[in-house]
């Protein structure tokens, strides 16, 4: 069975450019979750989705940010315009449920660095 | 309102030595707990939660953490130190009810030595 997977895994792109992620979970999980981390902190969380609706958006920066869940399936994460400061990696979750103790599985993470 | 505090960012242990990770955390009411592995190039790994069951947890890779609330502690313990273990480690808490929202530490980088 296929993990999680995120693509691009690297994105370059200049300040003011837009740049979108995408996340697509493991079939069958109802739960994704986008975190983020800048270098050097910790691991923030940005939203979950329960299918295709917003359970939880109180980690975004901004309105700069933008997540969609289509379909409740694969789901992206526009940053427009980017900022310096949204350099990072974006990781991206699933889970089963959401009950607290559930795993949570995550991707390999996408490497934003704005310029 | 809930946190998690990883002391020391890096930990460097020699092959076959004792792991010790310190994970501290703060909450209301008792949460659960979760350590986290990235190794090089991949992806955050469960190593082993804490649910309010045993309050030893034993994890894979021979990885293991007590759960110690007198102390609001949740240290990750290894015996003896492997280079394959050299990653970076996250202790994660959710609040009970909490929709497995993590709140993660900061990360602790292990090296390990020959």
């Known amino acids: 069975e296929a993990g999680v997977t995120q693509f691009p895994s690297h994105s370059v792109i200049e300040k003011g450019q837009t740049v979108t992620l995408r996340c697509d979970p493991i079939?069958?999980?109802?739960?994704l979750y986008w975190y983020r981390r800048v270098m050097g902190k910790e691991i923030k969380f940005l939203l979950h989705f329960v299918k295709e609706s917003k359970q939880d958006e109180s980690g975004m920066p901004n309105n700069r940010f933008l997540a969609e869940r289509t379909g409740g399936t694969y789901s992206t994460l526009k940053v427009q315009p980017a900022e310096l400061e949204d350099s990072g990696v974006y990781f991206c979750?699933?889970?089963?449920?959401?009950?607290?103790?559930?795993?949570?599985?995550f991707g390999q993470g996408t490497r934003l660095t704005v310029v | 309102a809930q946190s998690v505090t990883q002391l020391g960012s890096h930990v460097s242990v020699s092959e076959g030595a004792l792991v010790l990770l310190r994970c501290n955390y703060s909450?209301?009411?008792?949460?659960?707990l979760f350590w986290y592995v990235q190794y090089p190039n991949q992806g955050l790994q469960l190593l082993l939660k804490?649910?309010?069951?045993?309050?030893l947890v034993k994890g894979i890779n021979g990885f293991e953490a007590e759960f110690k609330k007198s102390e609001t502690s949740f240290h990750l313990t290894k015996p003896s130190a492997h280079m394959s273990d050299a990653a970076e480690y996250f202790c994660a808490v959710i609040r009970p009810g909490g929709y497995n929202k993590l709140i993660f530490g900061a990360g602790t980088r292990l090296a390990v030595h020959p």
């Open positions: 979750a699933s889970s089963q449920d959401r009950q607290g103790g559930t795993e949570a599985f």
């Open positions: 909450s209301s009411v008792p949460p659960y």
């Open positions: 804490y649910t309010s069951a045993a309050t």
């Open positions: 079939s069958g999980h109802d739960n």
